[in-house]
């Protein structure tokens, strides 16, 4: 059963390459963000400079930093 699992991982990223980083997510990734800020939001499976994201978890991601992304703006 497990090994069947991780095949099914392998085989993910095999055919797409870019799947979610979110941990226990295999979704298909829609956007690519900036490790720093996505760390606030989610977890994730392993340490990255920048995070795929999949649609759902995007959207997540840019409810959630709105205010740190709009202060960054303000800093420039
Ligand atoms: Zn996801």
Redesign the pocket.
């Known amino acids: 059963m497990e090994k069947r699992k991780h095949y099914k991982y392998y085989l993910n990223h095999t055919l797409w390459k870019k799947i ?1 980083d ?1 941990a226990g ?1 295999n ?1 298909k990734s829609f956007q690519t963000v900036p490790a720093d800020l996505a760390r606030k939001v989610f977890s994730f499976k392993e340490d990255k400079t920048k995070y795929h ?2 649609k ?2 995007y959207k997540e991601y840019k409810k959630n930093t709105k205010k740190e992304r709009e202060t960054q703006r303000m800093d420039w």
Do not use: F, I, R, T
């Open positions: 979610c979110v997510c979704e994201l999949c759902a978890h």
